[in-house]
């Protein structure tokens, strides 16, 4: 997951209406087109380029009457993060149907429910489930929203997507930086669940993202620290530095994989030979 700036999104004010009236008009594929040019056809949430799917918008919180309760039917949790979820029927967000700051483009797997390809008999996906905070209330309107306390990672919220780390086994898990059992850590656990980020697809080709990462890595490690390299050493090194750059880009499939495994070269105990790292690569760079 990276942040997905929503202020980059420039919407004609006439939209909303022409979208109330129009419900399968070209309104409709505008706003994907739109979405669409923030970080390509990748979805929001699991960061996979799904070609050729019809890569449905998503309403963040379910424009539905009523949200669907989260049960142990879809999904795998501990005690810990159950009870700090809200467990009661709750009602849902009509009146953001048609306010575009509430879409999130999707990949139809993320976002509708799965249980055909479960391994476990859980059927996940986000569906119309937005769980929220034990304790609290579900927001009423757009002005209160600030005060909703989502149990849902949000791509368009800086700041959630460092709170996910990825493994080199294509493994997800809250961060090393949050407190098991905190409410962050119940938002990752349950995020990871909701939006199917350990199906076995996703799973290979974050580890294939990371191989590829280290393999390079470890490459251009020996070219860096290798003195009086000739002209060919030299020029691979910048290819293979270009090739890593691009890999950060928002654009890129499985981007924060790259950026986990970087970041993982960097704290590990011969971390000295990989100094490098941390002096050609901008920390922005490195930012979800």
């Not at 380029?49 to 309760?69: E, L, M, Q, W, Y």
């Not at 996906?125 to 905070?133: A, E, L, N």
């Not at 304790?135 to 009423?140: L, V």
């Amino acid at each position: 997951m990276r942040f997905i700036d929503m202020s980059a999104v420039t919407i004609p004010t006439t939209w909303q209406q022409q979208a109330r009236t129009n419900n399968f008009s070209p309104v409709w594929s505008y706003l994907k087109t739109t979405l669409e040019s923030i970080v390509g056809k990748k979805c929001w949430y699991n960061e996979s380029i799904n070609d050729g799917s019809s890569n449905p918008v998503d309403h963040f919180r379910p424009k539905t009457a009523a949200v669907k309760v989260l049960t142990s039917k879809y999904a795998v949790l501990e005690n810990a993060v159950w009870s700090q979820l809200f467990s009661q029927a709750q009602t849902g967000y009509p009146f953001l149907e048609f306010e575009a700051s509430n879409y999130r483009y999707a990949s139809g797997f993320a976002n509708s429910a799965h249980m055909r390809e479960s391994t476990d008999g859980i059927t996940r996906g986000k569906w119309d489930f937005f769980p929220i905070r034990a304790g609290t209330s579900p927001a009423t309107s757009i002005q209160n929203l600030s005060l909703e306390e989502n149990a849902l990672l949000d791509p368009c919220h800086d700041g959630d997507p460092e709170l996910v780390e990825f493994n080199e086994f294509g493994g997800v898990d809250p961060s090393t930086s949050v407190l098991t059992h905190s409410w962050d850590y119940c938002r990752v656990k349950v995020s990871i669940e909701v939006y199917n980020l350990t199906y076995y697809v996703l799973a290979n080709k974050r580890r294939e993202s990371w191989e590829t990462c280290e393999r390079n890595i470890n490459l251009m490690t020996l070219l860096y620290n290798k003195p009086n390299k000739s002209p060919e050493e030299q020029l691979s090194f910048d290819h293979l530095f270009a090739d890593l750059i691009k890999s950060l880009s928002k654009k890129t499939e499985y981007s924060a994989v790259f950026i986990d495994c970087i970041k993982n070269f960097k704290t590990r105990k011969d971390s000295t030979v990989y100094k490098w790292l941390t002096d050609e690569i901008p920390t922005v760079l490195l930012k979800k």
